[in-house]
């Protein structure tokens, strides 16, 4: 069964405090993995696919990167702006043989709360 | 107009009432989605529509029935809920269905907050 783990489930920093939000999985037929982040009261936001181990992602102050295991977004200098709940999941190409099987898995996600 | 728009944002039902919720994709995209948010809980998949077709029922109790009426525009129709259906419903879409060659993204809007008393 595909499976994906977010860590940690909450987590708190001070304003320019660089830190890490963990994405780990176990699928087999990995396509593509996406980060979202939600806002409270909002819808998820797209903020970046990884495709391969190896591959980086950059927006502002948000860094993805892909291992064959995991995922990580790395936050550099965080602003309370930042403060969200981020969410990650996983997509698998999907074979007539995959009955009862999810195309895209998401975690529970890591709430994020950035203080001046 | 933003690209996934959800009416209403709000939505407070008895179990006895029928209620629709609506969803309407700027976006040209070809799937769209129905997903369920509890507390604490991954997104739960509902529905999946691929070009106005049904294509999955991830085990949806019968009070929930979604309709397609066409490629932009996503119902669900509610009927007889019960409190544990009290949860965020966001509706999605996709320019291709997951589990494509298309590695699309959703895009999703900001979600309808049911409360069922």
């Known amino acids: 069964e595909d499976q994906v783990t977010q860590s940690p489930e909450a987590l708190r920093l001070q304003e320019g405090e660089s830190s890490s939000l963990n994405c780990s999985y176990t699928?087999?037929?990995?396509?593509?993995l996406f980060w979202y982040r939600q806002d409270p009261g909002k819808g998820p936001e797209f903020l970046f696919t990884?495709?391969?181990a190896g591959e980086e992602k950059e927006k502002e102050r948000l860094k993805a990167t892909l291992t064959k295991k995991e995922s990580f977004l790395h936050i550099t200098a965080p602003k309370p702006e930042d403060s969200a709940t981020y969410l990650c999941?996983?997509?698998?190409?999907?074979?007539?043989?995959?009955?009862?099987?999810?195309?895209?898995?998401f975690g529970s996600g890591t709430r994020l709360q950035v203080q001046p | 107009e933003t690209g996934v728009t959800q009416t209403p944002r709000h939505l407070v039902m008895g179990m006895t009432n029928k209620k629709s919720l609506k969803c309407e994709q700027h976006?040209?995209?070809?799937?769209m989605y129905w997903y369920k948010q509890s507390a604490k809980k991954p997104l739960e998949l509902m529905f999946v529509?691929?070009?106005?077709?049904?294509?999955e029922n991830n085990s949806v109790p019968s009070r929930f029935s979604p309709e397609c009426p066409n490629s932009s525009h996503l119902f669900l129709h509610l009927h007889t809920l019960q409190p544990e259906d009290s949860a965020l419903y966001l509706c999605?879409?996709?320019?291709?269905?997951?589990?494509?060659?298309?590695?699309?993204?959703?895009?999703f809007g900001n979600g309808t907050r049911l409360t069922v008393t």
């Open positions: 999605a879409s996709s320019q291709a269905p997951q589990g494509a060659f298309n590695n699309s993204p959703l895009h």
């Open positions: 699928v087999s037929g990995l396509r593509g």
């Open positions: 990884l495709y391969s």
């Open positions: 999941a996983v997509q698998v190409l999907i074979t007539p043989m995959d009955t009862g099987r999810r195309a895209l898995t």
């Open positions: 976006l040209g995209h070809n799937a």
């Open positions: 529509y691929n070009f106005k077709e049904q294509t």
